[in-house]
Structure formats: structure tokens, C-alpha cells
């Protein structure tokens, strides 16, 4: 590893399959069933609606951070 060359190929793997692991969990499908679906939706309803609504539908970590993320921003 005294080879800058060969520690940038290093560095450079690593970092693809930090990129590539979070990719696949941003990315997972979800595999809540309906009940845990209705669940979530009844435990998120004395958060609004909308909210509750949003955990019947089908969405990813991503989408789903990417709404905890939007939400927190319109709250201030």
C-alpha cells in the first residue's frame, strides 16, 4: 500500500461500495403487509391525515426519509 496508485484504487473501491450499499437500502422495496400498513397509518393519525395516509402507500426508505425530511422543514 506505499503505492499512491494502488491506495487511490483503494480509496476508490471503498467508496463505490459505500455508494452502492446505501443505493440498495434507499432503495428497497417495501415488504409491510397490509395490516402493518393500516397500523402505522392509525399510529400516525394523530399526526395528521396526510401523514397517516402516507403509510398505506408503498414507498421506499428514500421516499420515506425524503417526506421526514420535508416535513421537518415545513414545521419551522
Not at 38 to 52: E, M, N, S, Y
Request: aromatic share 2%; glycine share 6%; proline share 5%.
Amino acid at each position: 500500500m506505499n503505492n499512491p496508485t494502488t491506495r487511490a484504487a483503494a480509496v476508490f473501491v471503498v467508496i463505490l461500495a459505500v455508494i452502492l450499499l446505501a443505493y440498495s437500502i434507499l432503495t428497497m422495496p417495501d415488504h409491510r403487509t397490509t395490516t402493518e400498513k393500516v397500523g402505522d397509518a392509525i399510529h400516525d393519525l394523530p399526526q395528521g391525515v396526510d401523514k397517516a395516509s402516507r403509510q398505506l402507500e408503498d414507498r421506499t426508505p428514500g421516499q420515506k426519509l425524503g417526506d421526514t425530511i420535508k416535513d421537518n422543514t415545513d414545521a419551522r
